[in-house]
């Protein structure tokens, strides 16, 4: 099965600072690359996503970067805020669908001190 | 507008019985994907229906199965519970068929005893 590779697995960040989260994926036929933000009791939210036809995406204060050649991608949360505490997951597949949906990442769960 | 709404929230199911989850998806949404989220595997595709058929599905064994109405309106069913069938089910709403612009419900967290 294809992997999506998430590190950090927990990540501890100052009120104001800047959260990062990298992910790494193998199969190149995937197209778009979304993240998620659940919070405990909930489902995952859509985000912000990516194709790989841009380097950079940035709504608000989230944005994220995408290496094509190196096959990663990063989700960077800037003026990180305590109500930003979360389990994050990346994501991609195939923006068609296919056998296996989208593939996850295993998370990420962020906590914001204030 | 309602979102994603997914009955009954939790279910608590013995070995070998049987059960059905239900999902709505947001109105004019066709498209329904159902994943399994376990703390181990994390969120795993099930599988995808748009306009009543069966368009994906994941490496689970037949005992998971599912279907969609013509209002769009998803079951999905699963046989001969195992302990290692407990997990959150989240389904997931979207226009179009295929992995884009998902909404997901809260799930039903299903515990087999």
């Known amino acids: 099965q294809q992997q999506v590779k998430q590190s950090p697995q927990s990540l501890i960040v100052q009120k104001g600072g800047i959260s990062i989260i990298n992910c790494a994926y193998e199969n190149t036929a995937f197209d778009y690359f979304p993240w998620y933000q659940q919070f405990p009791g909930k489902g995952p939210a859509l985000l912000i996503a990516i194709r790989p036809d841009v380097s950079e995406k940035k709504e608000g204060r989230f944005t994220i970067s995408f290496n094509k050649s190196a096959k990663q991608f990063s989700l960077h949360i800037m003026d990180s805020q305590p109500g930003d505490s979360a389990t994050y997951f990346c994501?991609?597949?195939?923006?068609?669908?296919?056998?296996?949906?989208?593939?996850f990442g295993k998370g990420t769960h962020l906590i914001i001190q204030p | 507008k309602a979102g994603v709404t997914q009955t009954p929230r939790y279910l608590i199911k013995t070995r070998g019985q049987q059960v059905t989850l239900s999902c709505s998806p947001i109105?004019?949404?066709?498209?329904v994907s159902w994943y399994q989220q376990t703390p181990g595997q994390g969120l795993q595709f099930l599988f995808e229906?748009?306009?009543?058929?069966?368009?994906n599905k994941g490496n689970f064994p037949g005992r998971f199965s599912g279907r969609q109405f013509s209002n769009s309106r998803s079951e999905m069913n699963v046989s001969t519970l195992e302990l290692g069938d407990s997990a959150l089910y989240l389904c997931a709403s979207s226009l179009l068929t295929g992995n884009y612009g998902y909404t997901f419900g809260s799930g039903t967290r299903l515990t087999v005893v």
């Open positions: 229906y748009f306009s009543e058929t069966q368009r």
């Open positions: 109105s004019g949404h066709r498209s």
């Open positions: 994501a991609a597949g195939p923006s068609g669908g296919g056998a296996d949906g989208l593939t």
